[in-house]
């Protein structure tokens, strides 16, 4: 027994290896100089061009989380009041306006969205020129005036007239070129249309 405690006791104390890097064969040279100027100078001198050594991690690159996706709740659809007076003089107006020879007529129903806009429809026509954005204009206030229903506010310029009234209706009478411009069909694409 003593003998194998001796073995054993010998390895615990038998000293450890020590392990020595080889050392290479080849010249200790300058220090290398960075980019082109140091590549040209090793070409001048004969010997090939440094390589660039690229190091991959042995460790897989970390997975990343995406982003949490907000719920998306669409808002209920609105109810839209009627509005039998608006609907009725956004018809008159459209109605003159064919009369005097406009063109692209068209009733866009905005009373989805009146609360943000003011008003519950619009009016589009187009018009030659500007005495007949004048014609129109002068038409529907000549077959209002009667009733009593006045224009709340008119702003007018060659090439466009806009005319708003309190019952929730705004007209714009434009040139052709004008309407193009101001692209109000398609601030309103989603909005429903009504036959003049």
Partial sequence: ????????????TAP???VVAKKSS?????????GKKATASRAAKGKKPLKRVVRKSKRPAPKRKAPARAKVTKAPKAVTAPAPEALKMAKVIASVALDKK?????????RVRSSSVGYDYVVLASAESDRQLTAIH??????LKPQGTF???VEASPDWVCVTYDVGVVAHFFTPDKREMMDL????????????
């Fill in 1 to 12: 027994m003593a003998a194998k405690k001796q073995s054993v006791s010998k390895k615990k």
């Fill in 16 to 18: 450890k290896k020590k």
């Fill in 26 to 34: 080849a010249k200790k040279s300058a220090p290398a100089k960075s």
């Fill in 102 to 110: 406009a063109e692209d007529i068209l009733i866009i129903d905005t």
């Fill in 138 to 143: 002068e038409g529907v206030e000549q077959l």
């Fill in 151 to 153: 224009a709340a506010a």
């Fill in 185 to 196: 069909e398609g601030l309103w694409k989603d909005a429903p249309r009504v036959a003049p």
